[in-house]
C-alpha cells in the first residue's frame, strides 16, 4: 500500500467555487493544486501530471470544454487519459452529454455535496485492484 497523496488540479475561474471544494477536499490526503483559468490550467496539468483534474465549465477566454479538448489531444499518454470530470451549473442532460462526448469522464453539477464529491474523486483515484 503507497502513502502517495492523490493529486488533483482544481480549474475554475470563481473564488467561491475553489474554496468550496478546497473545504470539501482539504482533511483528506489530497495535493490540491489551483488554477483560474484554462490556460493556466492545461499549464500546471503539463507541469505536475495530477491524478484528477475537477474542471469548471464556463470560464471566460478558453472554456472548460476546450482545456478537455486540448487534454485528449494531448501527445502525452497521462494528460490524454487523465479523468476529468467537469463541474457544471447546468443540471440539464444536453450538458452533461456535451460534456461527455469532447471526452469528460464524468461529469458533476453544482451545487454539490462531500459526499457526492468524495464520491467522484475516489472512483477515478484509486489503483485497479
Given at each position: ?87 457544471t451549473a447546468w443540471d440539464d442532460p444536453t450538458a452533461r452529454l ?32
Amino acid at each position: 500500500m503507497t502513502d502517495k497523496k492523490i493529486t488533483i488540479l482544481i480549474v475554475d475561474d470563481e473564488i467561491v467555487s475553489r474554496y468550496t471544494m478546497e473545504a470539501l477536499l482539504e482533511s483528506d490526503n489530497f495535493t490540491l493544486v489551483f488554477a483560474e483559468n484554462g490556460i493556466q490550467g492545461l499549464e500546471k496539468a503539463e507541469a505536475m501530471k495530477p491524478d484528477l483534474i475537477l474542471l469548471d465549465v464556463m470560464m471566460p477566454g478558453m472554456n472548460g470544454f476546450e482545456v478537455c479538448r486540448r487534454l485528449r489531444a494531448n501527445p502525452n499518454p497521462h494528460l490524454a487519459n487523465l479523468p476529468v470530470v467537469m463541474v457544471t451549473a447546468w443540471d440539464d442532460p444536453t450538458a452533461r452529454l456535451r460534456c461527455l462526448e469532447i471526452g469528460a469522464t464524468e461529469v458533476i453539477c453544482k451545487p454539490f455535496n462531500r459526499a457526492e464529491l468524495h464520491n467522484l474523486v475516489n472512483t477515478f483515484t484509486q489503483p485497479p485492484p
